[in-house]
């Protein structure tokens, strides 16, 4: 059962994310063996979780608009328009009762959660819940996404890196192996010649491999200036935090890959939206409302979720704003780290658009079919992309939510005369 709200550690306090501070950055080590062996129990954990979630969904009663929203994230700003919608009241305002958001550390750990039912709306990268719905059989359902773009791959300053072409013989680290960072950089590394492995023990690489392995974002930048990784890709704030705080640079931003992607979604268990729609549409119109606030102020949308405002994430304001804010050609074009390749896409490194674009889907469907992942993935290849398009997205109650805030084209990445339809750039 969950537990009491008053008994909560606020996330900006929580313990397991202290060792982000500057002083501690530098000292600590990551095993590399220690990590791949916690990230292979993943997969086995989802699938205790499932079971577990769909026997209480057996028993679970009809929700009704009086039911406590309770979320879940990790410390990413791919979270904003979840904790937005909570710091501004916008679920109050749609008649909600919405208990604090609760800080989890990873992937797994979410995503375990959310299927125990001590959440019931959380953000998941968006292979995630197709990982759910058809290897684990669990009834999640996508509402909407949370955002575009909003990651990057950074590697050590020093390190001899200066693009995706040098990785080759080095050691990545990913979120997660159902991630759409995984997902785009084997795609880009396919593109350079280079093979992705995972390696059960530290073996010599090629010169055209790249170790890859899963990490938790916060772990990231630590393990980074130690010297335990290469590089990593990952959302921001650990991308900003690499820059700032473990002497990275970041080589290529993922939106100047495939332009506006998704990454983070908003999902609810199916049965909630079948038990009572009015209560789930309340959500959705509370989440869109969010995100076109925090488009229209990333600024002030950086300070509420910093350590310095409502401590939503466990890092400064300057992290958190540079993060959100920071898309410079100086900086990051050719000129400089490289990052931006396609200054002519009009990008930011992050935006906010609520709709789950079906080409997108589609599209991811069919790069998770060439990506190596580490567990079951054998669900992928009979999977239809055109029917994830149609099954696993909620599409009424985000079109009803962005029409009622004055509509789809208010939001980033949108073509106006058909705001609903987009064609997909990828180029590397």
């Not at 990790?74 to 937005?84: G, K």
């Not at 300070?303 to 804010?325: A, F, K, Q, T, V």
Request: charged share 20%.
């Amino acid at each position: 059962m969950p537990e009491n709200s008053s008994s909560r550690r606020s996330p900006g306090d929580t313990p397991s994310v202290t060792h982000l501070n500057e002083n501690a950055l530098l000292r600590r080590r990551l095993s590399r063996r220690q990590v791949l062996r916690l990230a292979g129990r993943g997969a086995a954990a989802l699938a205790s979780a499932s079971l577990l979630g769909r026997a209480l969904t057996a028993c679970s009663p009809q929700k009704d608009v009086a039911t406590p929203v309770k979320i879940g994230y990790i410390p990413i700003t791919d979270a904003t328009p979840l904790l937005i919608a909570h710091a501004k009241g916008f679920f109050t305002e749609e008649g909600l009762t919405v208990e604090r958001p609760i800080l989890m550390r990873g992937w797994s750990e979410l995503s375990e959660a959310f299927m125990a039912r001590k959440f019931n709306l959380v953000h998941l990268l968006l292979p995630i819940p197709i990982f759910m719905r058809y290897s684990l059989n669990y009834p999640v359902k996508v509402v909407a996404w949370d955002h575009l773009n909003n990651s990057a791959v950074t590697v050590h300053g020093q390190g001899g890196i200066a693009s995706l072409a040098d990785l080759g013989g080095r050691k990545i680290a990913v979120p997660y192996w159902y991630s759409m960072h995984n997902v785009v950089l084997q795609l880009a590394l396919r593109s350079h010649g280079l093979q992705a492995v995972i390696q059960d023990r530290d073996e010599p690489l090629a010169a055209n491999q790249v170790s890859l392995l899963v990490m938790k974002p916060p772990d990231m930048p630590t393990a980074l200036g130690s010297g335990a990784i290469d590089g990593y890709i990952v959302a921001e704030p650990f991308n900003a935090a690499g820059e700032l705080l473990a002497g990275g640079k970041i080589i290529r931003f993922t939106g100047d890959i495939w332009k506006n992607h998704p990454c983070c979604v908003a999902v609810l268990h199916e049965d909630s939206i079948t038990a009572n729609r009015a209560w789930s549409q309340k959500v959705v119109n509370a989440v869109v409302k969010a995100e076109l606030w925090a488009k229209d102020n990333k600024e002030a949308t950086a300070r509420i979720l910093s350590r310095d405002g409502e401590g939503y994430l466990p890092l400064p304001e300057n992290i958190i704003r540079r993060s959100m804010i920071k898309y410079d050609l100086e900086t990051y074009g050719t000129e400089g780290t490289g990052a931006i390749r396609h200054p002519e896409w009009g990008i930011s490194r992050i935006g906010f658009e609520p709709y789950p674009f079906r080409a997108d889907t589609r599209r991811m469907v069919d790069l998770l079919k060439e990506t190596v992942i580490e567990g079951d993935a054998g669900f992928l290849a009979d999977l239809s992309p055109d029917h994830v398009a149609d099954d696993l997205m909620d599409y009424e109650m985000v079109t009803a939510a962005a029409e009622a805030v004055g509509g789809l084209a208010l939001f980033d990445g949108v073509d106006p005369a058909s705001p609903y339809e987009r064609e997909v750039v990828i180029e590397v």
